[in-house]
């Protein structure tokens, strides 16, 4: 293996925990998936609530420990220098991986608790997406913290500031700061909900976004040669419309929860714009690269990078947009329309965008100096997650405009109109779809990681006992 800075040792540990808490999301989805067939299945042990928190959540921490990742790999090659303060990014490393291991276990064992002081503090706080108990809140903002003053120390020590260091630096201030909305308390439902999705929306859809503009930046410099004006100036556009049109856009989330009527053709407008500017900034680059008919060094890398662009336009910009509008949402909100729309969002935008990440360190430890890193095992892993995703949103797609129809539409909305939709063979029959679908998509994982664990090892093992 070739000599790597301190911080890209840490990153490959952040990628390996990474996967790990890939598979756990999918064991629970799966679990989750099945209880929705069978709610009698493991009723009272490990109940569909729990299964599906831990979905979630497990989801959410893989993936902003994949970015953290990537900003430890390449922060380094940025600047010329090792990573400030590395000792305590270690030390952060294994306190995040400690509190997630504890939050679990309560999830696990504990799993409810009276709505008072220390269920907040150590159980859950309840709230939907953001369970994590108090402590663990307070956790993820040092753990951030401290992740800003690596990027930021090391940064002022290199006196280099590049138009993607700048972008990533305010990026991590808004990273951390949203997430305190997040534990803003009041008894107004209202309220609550309005501070509730500045972490839900602007935290994951917002923040995450611009993170991952960044890191493609890098991605595309690095597999494609992509010059750097060309990703900075695609880049500056991502968070002009991100933060820009990003705000206004969560108001389409405003629409049921007693906020005024203006954010109904507010947040109906400016709810699909954000992924246009990343999808745009991988064509060019992929046309800019046509000259040399994309001969990239690794292959995997370069495909994910072009199923996380197109991916990212389709789940989070075309099945977000298809029920955002207000006259639509009025129909599809809290329908299978919202999950389908969500596992497309975050496959296309998130998870395809940390397999670049992991590929491209794969190749920098395994072949740094080989053959094109490549395999017939990725491929497999590569079609079987773009079918078996694709797969599960239409099943669900379809579940939710048959609620619509069911439940809104024709039944008005009523306790027995959804109890009618529960029941209706359109909505019931997909969901078995779905879970079959899922369980090819866990045999996708399967092979994925059978593949990060032995590609390039070859050619590794090759240039190692190749003759001087």
């Known amino acids: 293996m070739s000599k790597l800075y301190e911080s890209q040792k840490l990153a490959l540990w952040y990628f390996s925990v990474a996967l790990v808490l890939f598979g756990a999301q999918l064991l629970f989805g799966l679990l989750a998936a099945y209880q929705y067939l069978n709610p009698d299945f493991l009723y009272g042990v490990l109940d569909f609530s729990i299964n599906r928190m831990l979905h979630i959540n497990a989801m959410i921490v893989w993936l902003i420990m994949g970015f953290m990742g990537g900003v430890y790999w390449f922060l380094p090659i940025e600047t010329g220098r090792e990573v400030v303060g590395i000792k305590l990014a270690k030390l952060a490393f294994f306190v995040l991986v400690a509190a997630v291991a504890v939050v679990v276990l309560v999830y696990l064992l504990v799993q409810t608790g009276k709505g008072d002081f220390f269920t907040l503090w150590f159980i859950t706080e309840g709230r ?31 006196k280099k500031l590049t138009g993607i260091l700048g972008v990533l630096i305010i990026d991590l201030l808004a990273l951390a700061g949203l997430y305190l909305a997040g534990m803003y308390f009041t008894p107004n439902i209202s309220v609550d909900q309005f501070w509730w999705w500045w972490v839900v929306h602007l935290w994951v859809e917002a923040t995450w976004e611009v993170l991952v503009g960044v890191l ?36 389409h989330h405003y629409f049921w929860i007693g906020t005024p009527e203006y954010w109904l053709g507010i947040g109906g407008f400016f709810s699909a714009l954000e992924p246009i500017p990343l999808v745009a900034m991988v064509v060019h680059a992929i ?36 029920h955002t509008l ?5 129909y599809s909100h809290g329908t299978q329309i ?13 998870v395809t965008a940390n397999l670049v990440l992991m590929y491209i360190a794969i190749q920098r430890v395994r072949a740094p100096e080989g053959p094109a890193l490549d395999s017939r095992a990725w491929k497999l892993a590569y079609v079987g997650f773009v079918i078996t995703i694709f797969g599960m949103v239409g099943a669900l797609t379809v ?10 539409a024709v039944g008005g909305a009523t306790w027995s109109a959804y109890i009618a939709g529960q029941e209706h063979p359109w909505v019931r029959e997909p969901m078995y779809w779905r879970f079959g679908f899922g369980v090819l998509f866990l045999l996708s994982y399967l092979i994925l990681i059978y593949d990060m664990l032995t590609i390039g090892k070859r050619a590794a093992t090759a240039t190692e006992v190749k003759p001087a």
């Not at 919202?338 to 596992?343: I, K």
């Open 128 to 158: 939907e997406y953001i369970e994590a108990p108090r402590w663990a809140d307070w956790g993820i903002v040092a753990v951030m913290l401290v992740f800003y003053f690596n990027v930021v120390a090391t940064v002022i020590k290199s």
């Open 399 to 408: 579940a939710g405009f048959a609620q619509i129809f069911v439940e809104r």
């Open 287 to 322: 046309y800019d690269a046509g000259s040399h008919k994309l001969r990239a060094a690794n292959k995997p890398a370069l495909f994910w990078i072009m199923a996380q662009a197109f991916g990212n336009f389709v789940g989070a910009g075309m099945w977000g947009f298809m």
């Open 216 to 251: 493609m930046a890098w991605a595309l410099m690095t597999v494609l040669g992509t010059p750097r004006k060309i990703v900075e100036a695609w880049l500056y556009l991502e968070v002009f419309l991100v933060f820009g049109t990003g705000i206004l856009g969560l108001g």
């Open 338 to 350: 919202t999950p389908a729309h969500g596992h497309l969002a975050f496959f296309g935008a998130y």
């Open 326 to 330: 207000p006259q639509i949402n009025l």
